[in-house]
């Protein structure tokens, strides 16, 4: 749950009915993942799509809250900031109809079930903003065993619509085909040394590198991707054209299609042919909630942390207050 459109640990709970998280591949993963790292072409590529896993469901972050805590007067058989807690939770709207929940069996006698995903209780520190501030400020207070049900206001939930949250952003990008590489490396991601002159192939990347140079410890290589090269993505298709010395990365998206961009997670209105129009308003923004929790349980963290923890809380308090 997040109270703006900003998205922090977990990821919403209707979006997480939308997507899945991408497994690593297996076998050379670490071989793949420092290939990624090193030639900044692919880096450009996946700022384009966002290629970041979406967590899985649950409540996910939203602003500060005031939690009312005292370090020196904390008790540990009720729920206080600093604590870690196990949620069980239900999410309606004010109608009673379900939108997510935490239990699976309930999930699919709603048909809210999604198989990409666990259905768990969630576990957060009371008094780090996980969850939305409505969740957090409600568990406070609760025993183990105990259940609330707690109506929340889109300002203690995911806020409220804004137009300033509507922008656009462009559609293609563009690198460089040369691109510098360490030569440790470029050993690692291809087992074996460069040669200059010669093309080789590399796990993780369509098409081949030309090392054109090595000059202290540093490979210099040239990407060779076919004109009209398609990435599938979970996005859509991203087309690759090309010129002697860049290459132009098109995302292939459409209304309705989510994509991840500075402002958080955020849904496609409009394309162009040279941007794309999104909306980062919450999907629950302006959204009156209603929660049933119950605390499953309270992991009596050590005192000198909690305590760090609950004076964190409270000088920020005095700060606004």
């Known amino acids: 749950m997040t109270s703006k459109a900003h998205h922090k640990h977990h ?7 939308d997507a899945a998280k991408l497994p690593a591949e297996p076998g050379d993963g ?4 420092m290939l990624l790292v090193a030639f900044g072409l692919v880096l450009v590529i996946i700022i384009i799509l966002a290629l970041n896993s979406y967590r899985s469901g649950g409540p996910a972050g939203g602003q500060a809250t005031t939690l009312f805590t005292n370090p020196d007067s904390r008790q540990w058989d009720v729920a206080q900031a600093g604590d870690v807690v196990e949620v069980e939770y239900t999410g309606k709207f004010q109608n009673g109809t379900i939108f997510d929940t935490s239990q699976q ?3 699919v006698q709603a048909g ?3 198989q990409m995903r666990v259905y768990q209780p969630i576990v957060f520190t009371i008094g780090l903003h996980e969850v939305i501030t409505g969740v957090e400020e409600a568990i406070v207070g609760m025993k183990t065993g105990e259940n609330k049900t707690v109506t929340i206001p889109p300002e203690k939930a995911y806020g409220r619509w804004s137009q300033d949250n509507i922008e ?3 559609r293609m990008r563009n690198s460089s085909r040369v691109e510098d590489v360490p030569l440790n490396i470029f050993y690692n991601v291809t087992g074996e040394m460069p040669v200059a002159g010669t093309s080789v192939e590399v796990k993780g990347i369509p098409w081949t590198i030309t090392v054109l140079e090595i000059k202290n410890d540093v490979v210099t290589v040239k990407h060779n991707p076919q004109n009209g090269t398609v990435i599938p993505t979970i996005y859509g298709n991203t087309t690759l054209t090309l010129t002697d010395d860049r290459i132009y990365a098109r995302l292939e998206v459409k209304p309705g299609d ?6 958080g997670f955020a849904t496609v209105l409009d394309v162009t042919n040279e941007s794309i129009i ?3 308003n919450h999907e629950l923004a302006d959204v009156t909630l209603v929660y049933d929790l119950k ?3 309270i992991n009596q963290v050590e005192d000198i942390y909690a305590k760090e923890i609950q004076q964190q809380i409270l000088q920020g308090q005095q700060l606004q207050g």
């Open 11 to 17: 990821q919403t709970v209707t979006e997480s009915l």
């Open 30 to 33: 670490g071989k793949t993942k």
């Open 105 to 107: 069996d309930l999930a």
């Open 112 to 114: 809210v079930y999604n």
């Open 168 to 170: 656009a952003m462009p």
């Open 258 to 263: 989510k994509l991840i961009t500075d402002m």
């Open 278 to 280: 999104v909306d980062a």
């Open 295 to 297: 605390l499953v349980s």
